[in-house]
């Protein structure tokens, strides 16, 4: 029997160059829909946008890493 490993990674919006907010919001969608175990939220020491918003990094645990890869292509395809 094979065991799933479970992997993290660190999503910043400074390497996808969507805002912050629409990657939490996007990676709580993709947690609902059951791709993800858990999206935790945290404030980012680097602020992404400037200004006041300092951003979220969300730190994200995956079931299937290219599954939530192929829905993360089809949203960014549709919108």
């Known amino acids: 029997m094979l065991r799933r490993r479970a992997s993290t990674i660190r999503v910043i919006s400074i390497e996808t160059g969507i805002p ?9 969608k993709l947690e609902n829909l059951g791709y993800l175990e858990r999206v935790i939220p945290s404030t980012g020491t680097k602020a992404s946008t ?23 292509e089809e949203h960014r395809r549709k919108t």
Not at 20 to 28: I, K
Not at 50 to 72: C, M, Y
């Open 20 to 28: 912050s907010q629409t990657v939490y919001r996007h990676m709580c």
């Open 50 to 72: 400037g200004g006041r918003n300092p951003g979220i990094w969300g730190f994200v645990t995956l079931h299937k890493q290219e599954d939530v890869a192929r829905a993360v």
